[in-house]
């Protein structure tokens, strides 16, 4: 049975960092393209940053250079390391493997 889980959110300032980390069981993740997506209040589930096997990254606009997203291999986990904080990064985060598995989702809250 596939399995992602996330873990690493919470409560941030503003400016602030967390990162997000996800661990997959049950699948060779490193044969999968792997991302985070979030989902706000009243919004649409959004990409925010995808990694293939190979390592290529992408990123939404309004995270790039803010975030960076890796992957370990050897141990079936990505991560999402997010810097300068901003409260309209509130959402809940999803891990998501081969545009078909998700995570729970972890809840990132940025506020003064």
């Known amino acids: 049975q596939v399995q992602l889980v996330e873990s690493g959110g919470g409560l941030a300032q503003p400016g602030g960092s967390l990162r997000l980390s996800c661990t997959a069981s049950g699948i060779i993740s490193r044969l999968y393209t792997m991302g985070w997506y979030r989902q706000a209040p009243g919004k649409q589930r959004e990409m925010v940053a995808t990694i293939t096997p190979s390592g290529t990254t992408t990123y939404e606009s309004s995270v790039k250079d803010r975030f960076i997203i890796s992957r370990d291999n050897n141990n079936d986990m990505i991560y999402l390391q997010m810097n300068s904080l901003k409260i309209e990064d509130t959402a809940v985060y999803y891990c998501?493997?081969?545009?078909?598995?998700w995570g729970q989702g972890t809840q990132v809250t940025v506020s003064s």
């Open positions: 998501n493997l081969g545009n078909t598995r």
